[in-house]
T-cell receptor, first 111, second 111 residues
Framework: GENVEQHPSTLSVQEGDSAVIKCTYS??????FPWYKQELGKRPQLIID?????GEKKDQRIAVTLNKTAKHFSLHITETQPEDSAVYFC??????????FGAGTRLFVKA | SQTIHQWPATLVQPVGSPLSLECTVE??????LYWYRQAAGRGLQLLFY??????ISSEVPQNLSASRPQDRQFILSSKKLLLSDSGFYLC??????????FGPGTRLTVL
């Protein structure tokens, strides 16, 4: 069945450094790749997404890249801040209905 | 604007008791609806999704069921709760091919 692998499971960086989270997906029909941020005890919230017709998308300190051939996509956070500390989920969707989520990456940004 | 509601926010139930969690969406019509479960410190497990009234797709065989009696209402039920049913239950909605928006969640503890 469909699967999304996410690495690393935990990531600790110093404030101001960059953080990179990587995901791979199995369903070649996937065409939509959202990233969610979940703070402790709260609901996941979309921070950025990318569609299969685009290779890269950037929004201020956050960027996402997509390699459809390799079925890889990555989240890049530059100039990290303590408030970036949270759990980040990647996801992949094919056909507009079912979204498969990765297991999550717990990001710690040390001040 | 669209909003999504879940209740109750918190629930403590004994093993073997029934369960009913409700999710409603306002401000949109014919949404895709989803139920996810998140165990403590874990990822998002898709339980059910629905593309229309009375149309339910189950992702994981277990003692839970879902129903969609109205266009913007999605209910998660169980006849007999297990200890392993404890977790954070998230409802989400989306338009076809668009991002998912999550509800505030219900934290269920089965004792």
């Amino acid at each position: 069945g469909e699967n999304v692998e996410q690495h690393p499971s935990t990531l600790s960086v110093q404030e101001g450094d960059s953080a990179v989270i990587k995901c791979t997906y199995s369903d070649s029909a996937s065409n939509y790749f959202p990233w969610y941020k979940q703070e402790l005890g709260k609901r996941p919230q979309l921070i950025i997404d990318i569609r299969s017709n685009v290779g890269e998308k950037k929004d201020q300190r956050i960027a996402v890249t997509l390699n459809k051939t390799a079925k890889h996509f990555s989240l890049h956070i530059t100039e990290t801040q303590p408030e970036d500390s949270a759990v980040y989920f990647c996801a992949a969707r094919a056909g507009g209905f079912k979204t498969i989520f990765g297991a999550g990456t717990r990001l710690f940004v040390k001040a | 604007s669209q909003t999504i509601h879940q209740w109750p926010a918190t629930l403590v139930q004994p093993v073997g008791s029934p369960l009913s969690l409700e999710c409603t969406v306002e401000g949109t019509s014919n949404p895709n609806l989803y139920w996810y479960r998140q165990a403590a410190g874990r990822g998002l497990q898709l339980l059910f999704y629905s593309v229309g009234i009375g149309q339910i797709s189950s992702e994981v065989p277990q003692n839970l069921s879902a129903s969609r009696p109205q266009d913007r209402q999605f209910i998660l039920s169980s006849k007999k709760l297990l200890l392993s049913d404890s977790g954070f239950y998230l409802c989400a909605w989306s338009r076809q091919g668009e991002e998912q928006f999550f509800g505030p969640g219900t934290r269920l503890t089965v004792l």
